[in-house]
């Protein structure tokens, strides 16, 4: 399955590991580098995510990556990443469009 992250994804990335490399640049380069192997395996088994508990929609999913939750919606050959939010964040509706 061909992976897509979306601008407001790959947006929300930059700016956690910019607050990360305030404290640590090395820490924040490990981070980007852990969220995008984590992902990676979505390839190979795309629901293995749980289903996102506020919308109950069976294409889009989540995986838990530290305090982060990664949005994805499975589409019939590729998954795309929708967007990275902190874990204790309600997901807007229109993030997931």
Request: charged fraction near 30%; proline fraction near 4%; avoid cysteine.
């Amino acid at each position: 399955m061909k992976l897509i992250w979306s601008l407001l994804a790959l947006d929300r990335v930059s700016e956690i590991a910019e607050y990360i490399s305030k404290d640590s640049p090395l820490s924040a380069e490990r981070w980007i580098n852990s969220i995008f192997n984590k992902v990676s395996r979505l390839q190979k088994y795309p629901e293995s995510g749980r289903i996102v508990p506020e919308l109950n929609i069976t294409e889009i999913r989540e995986i838990i990556y530290g305090n982060y939750r990664i949005i994805y919606r499975i589409r019939k050959e590729s998954i795309i990443i929708l967007t990275v939010r902190h874990g204790h964040q309600i997901l807007p509706e229109e993030e997931t469009k």
